[in-house]
């Protein structure tokens, strides 16, 4: 029983000895190829490759070749032979557009096919954004993938990917035939001082600003639209661009005219249009689906593109771009916006004692901040008032306000008047267009002890019409006729200005 208990032993022994011998070999093949892979660079990685040779000889032209046999880590999706037998013949024999393309090839980091999932946008070495995917590089198909070598990692692409231009880029590249488009843009350039590294000395003391030391800043170029709307220019950035052919830009110019009323003809046209591009970026890919369907741009408007107002689609390196010549939107309360007044930042004041702002809550739990002027025991000539300013186009405006009296127990007269001057006329001079006087009820009604049901419900003041686009004043007046035994007060949640036909 022992030695039988022993040869059992043994014969497992030497089954697992020659279980790790035969294992032993695979293993030491794998890692000597480990060995020899890491010991390689992408270039060597290329260069072995007969059917990436075409390639290996745009890096060496590019000078790409050094940077992919440097230490630094990158990842390549290269292009075969027969890919780039459909490269534009234009590209290899210009340097710019050749190194471009060549960058557009290289990411530094090291990306693997199978860590990226659907799809992960990179920033290659020329600057621009691609997607990545398990199975995709952009719209190539990879059909090689994740070869590792000592300073990253090597793909194998079916197709010649060229940079996409951006948005910026989009425009000035087809601006014949959206010639107007672009021209108007265009004109938003202008120059200014970059201070971001400027060593400054002291503050002019007459005209307040900040003096630098000289060198340290620096004239550059920079676009209104881009600076407050969307830098169409930046990679990292995603967004749907709509370019609207020239008769498109024409019409919405014409949707647009009345409401740009001015003497100076040049300023209105140069409004309207800064009226019609600034609606035209919205964040975001949107498929045409999405566009028929309704779209916020980044300026708040809702608008619609139907799908046969499609003209051309083009993908760009930071979003899409849709050549339309039709595109639809609501008018009022939408490209032309109800304006809201708040009570409590009047541009000026003119009262006999402080105004209060108060955040209070109303009969529907919704706080609110109002302002309050209260104790007016005289009639002043200008009128106490409160004077706000606001910027109004050339239509027709419903007026509404919202203010509560939880000052007195009985009414509070106030009106508003509106004009293009800043300061109030005295009663000798002409009066502005008033909406009139409108009585406000006490909050609390005297006799119940009860809320006024009606006391935070919007007011309808009547119409108002500005003859011009523009500044607007509004000025809150407070009733005539006080006296020290029936004071009377300025109070305000809000005012709006509801665009109407």
Known sequence: MINSYYKHIVRLLLIGLLAVTACKKPWDDHNQLNSQELGKNLLDAIKEKPELSKFAGYLAQTGYDKVLASSK?????????????????SVPTDTAKLKAFIGNCIAPQVYFSTTVGQGLKIKTLNGKQIVFSTTTFEEASITSADRQVG???????????????????FLKIYASGLSKQFTFLSKLEHTEIDTSKGVKMYTDPVTGRAVYQAGTTFPVQRNYYYQRVADLSREDSVCTYLVLNDAAFDQEKSKLKNYFKLDDANKADSL????????LTISGIKTPDQLA??????????????????????????GIAYVINKLDYQMLENKIPTIVIEGENPDSIRTPSAV???????????LFTDILASGITSTADPMYHLRYK??????????????????YTSNVSMKVDFGNNQTYPKAANP??????????????????????????????LGEYTPDKYGTLYAFLVANTGASSTAPTALTLDYIKLVPVN
């Open 73 to 89: 880590t990158y990842t390549v999706w290269a292009p075969d032979n027969i890919a780039l037998q459909s490269l534009d013949a």
């Open 293 to 318: 369907a309704g779209v916020t741009s980044l300026a708040g408007v809702k608008l619609q593109v139907a799908a046969n107002a499609i003209v051309e689609t083009r993908k760009l390196s930071n």
């Open 390 to 407: 606001t910027t109004a186009y050339s239509t027709k405006y419903k007026v509404i306000w919202r203010a509560i009296n939880d000052i």
């Open 272 to 279: 309207i249009q800064w009226s019609v591009l600034k609606d």
């Open 356 to 366: 209060v702002r108060k955040i209070k809550r109303d009969n529907t739990g919704a």
């Open 151 to 169: 300073n990253g990692v090597l793909h194998v692409v079916d197709k010649a990917i060229l940079p996409k231009p951006n948005a910026a880029e």
């Open 431 to 460: 009066q502005l267009v008033s909406t009139g006087y409108k009585a406000i009820a006490p909050l609390i009604n005297p006799t119940t002890g009860l809320v006024n049901p009606t006391a935070y419900n919007e007011v309808v």
